[in-house]
């Protein structure tokens, strides 16, 4: 018998010791992944595992359980494409930046238009070139993106490791920032905002090896027979 038998965890905020004191969205995935009881699995991709926690910390009592039944489709979503953290970084700032905080707007411009230029570097497009959704956004706040593209055209001591360190907290000033905006629907935003995340981290999921049939085997005698009367 294990904890789950005993008690079925709720989805609340934080960490948790067991499934007794209730459990995140992250250590419900890692007991459904099999792995040990963890906010941090390896079954699923460390930046969107990221989302899913800030996700899970900001939205309202009222509204977590509704993010359940996405646990289970984020076990297994680990693709290692270099596209998947600037690509996951931007879904959540397009969908927050036209209803964050001002200050918040600045932050998140920035690290748009340096994921963007991220993005068009492996893709081999213009430096400055913008995909659709994230112009968008970035339209929706001229003052802020006229600053950020002023203060990213700065020459900067050293260049910060945006996977590690700016996509991660891209992502939680995104998430933070639309639980506090002044908006009707926080939750359904956020909700929105993980369930984006998590399509785009499939998107780039190596596509599965179909199943290659062996060569059927020559028929020996008929090979000899047709070799004899090539002759």
């Known amino acids: 018998m294990n904890n789950f038998d005993l008690a079925v965890p709720v989805l609340s905020r934080g960490k948790h010791r067991n499934p007794r004191k209730g459990a995140c969205f992250m250590e419900f995935a890692s007991y459904l ?30 509204g977590r359980s509704r993010l359940a039944p996405l646990i289970p489709s984020v076990i297994g979503l680990t693709p290692d494409d270099p596209h998947v953290v600037p690509r996951v970084t931007a879904v959540c700032i397009q969908r927050a930046l036209p209803v964050v905080s001002q200050e918040r707007q600045y932050i998140l411009a920035v690290a748009l238009l340096v994921g963007e230029r991220h993005l068009a570097a492996m893709d081999g497009r213009p430096f400055d070139s913008l995909e659709p959704a994230s112009k968008e956004a970035l339209d929706s706040v001229p003052a802020a993106t006229k600053w950020a593209r002023a203060f990213t055209a700065r020459p900067h001591r050293g260049t910060p490791d945006f996977a590690r360190r700016t996509a991660p907290r891209a992502v ?17 935003r956020l909700f929105d905002l993980l369930t984006a995340a998590i399509a785009e981290c499939a998107a ?28």
């Open 172 to 188: 939680s000033c995104a998430v933070e920032g639309i639980s506090q905006a002044c908006v009707s629907n926080p939750d359904e």
């Open 33 to 62: 992944a099999g792995e040990p009881w963890s906010d941090h699995p390896a079954c699923t991709h460390q930046l969107l595992a990221g989302v899913a926690r800030d996700v899970n910390d900001c939205t309202t009592d009222a």
């Open 204 to 231: 780039w999921m190596p596509a599965p090896v179909a199943d290659i049939k062996p060569a059927p085997v020559a028929d020996t005698d008929m090979v000899r027979k047709e070799s004899v009367d090539a002759r």
